[in-house]
């Protein structure tokens, strides 16, 4: 199928770190995707993999990609509250829209809620 | 570099009264466009998609149609809303072609409800 999927909720302390998981299905998949939402706001790019990558770091945020069990993670090192908001995985599929560009496959997004 | 810009920013509509809503992109040519709707929490539900002037493609069958008359504008619409309609509509442009990282960019949204 189609699925993206991830946790739904996810509560870390301030100063700790937090891993928010994702799975996806297509091993073809050429890029994979972080978007941050922030209460009543679009969706922000935080940052992408490419998929014959293994771990991307970029400032606070690592990104770990694990090819075999189709599994992405995005670390936040040291949250802070200014981090809540719903992270969304998404994996690029090439060919998509009719072959004219790649298609976004979204998951259904994590709720990050850091408490004080 | 290049921005994105939706508006309004929200919109209250009756049931039966016609919609439009405007997305429009600076600083890049000849862009992917998209438009998608946001459910109660969370789901992104894409809509339509552009990859040109007079280019649309329907995702989902419904009671929205959409358009592109000029390069960097992609317009949503509705002749009669229905209560259904209601949620959050984010517009978004990505860079053509399928050989490159193609990451898609978003605007604000437009949070629609329907009385």
């Known amino acids: 199928g189609e699925d993206v999927e991830q946790s739904l909720f996810l509560s870390v302390r301030e100063g700790d770190s937090s891993v928010i998981n994702c799975t996806y299905t297509d091993s073809s998949s050429t890029y994979l995707y972080w978007y941050k939402q922030e209460p009543g706001a679009g969706l922000q790019l935080l940052t992408y993999?490419?998929?014959?990558?293994d771990m991307k770091q970029d400032q606070r945020l690592t990104v770990l990609l694990n090819k075999k069990d189709k599994h992405l993670s995005l670390r936040i090192a040291d949250t802070q509250t200014g981090d809540s908001a719903i992270y969304f995985c998404?994996?690029?599929?090439?060919?998509?829209?009719?072959?004219?560009?790649?298609?976004?496959?979204f998951g259904t997004g994590t709720l990050l809620a850091v408490q004080p | 570099s290049q921005t994105i810009h939706q508006w309004p920013a929200t919109l209250v509509q009756p049931v039966g009264s016609p919609l439009s809503l405007e997305c429009t992109v600076e600083?890049?040519?000849?862009?992917?466009l998209y438009w998608y709707r946001q459910a109660a929490g969370r789901g992104l539900q894409l809509l339509f998609y552009s990859v040109g002037i007079g280019q649309i493609s329907s995702e989902v069958p419904q009671n929205l149609s959409a358009s592109r008359p000029q390069d960097r504008q992609f317009i949503l619409s509705s002749k009669k809303l229905l209560l259904s309609d209601s949620g959050f509509y984010l517009c978004?442009?990505?860079?053509?072609?399928?050989?490159?990282?193609?990451?898609?960019?978003f605007g604000d949204g437009t949070r629609l409800s329907i009385l």
């Open positions: 600083g890049t040519s000849n862009p992917n």
């Open positions: 998404a994996e690029g599929r090439k060919g998509g829209y009719g072959g004219a560009t790649n298609k976004l496959i």
């Open positions: 978004a442009w990505s860079a053509a072609g399928t050989g490159i990282n193609q990451p898609q960019h």
């Open positions: 993999i490419f998929s014959n990558m």
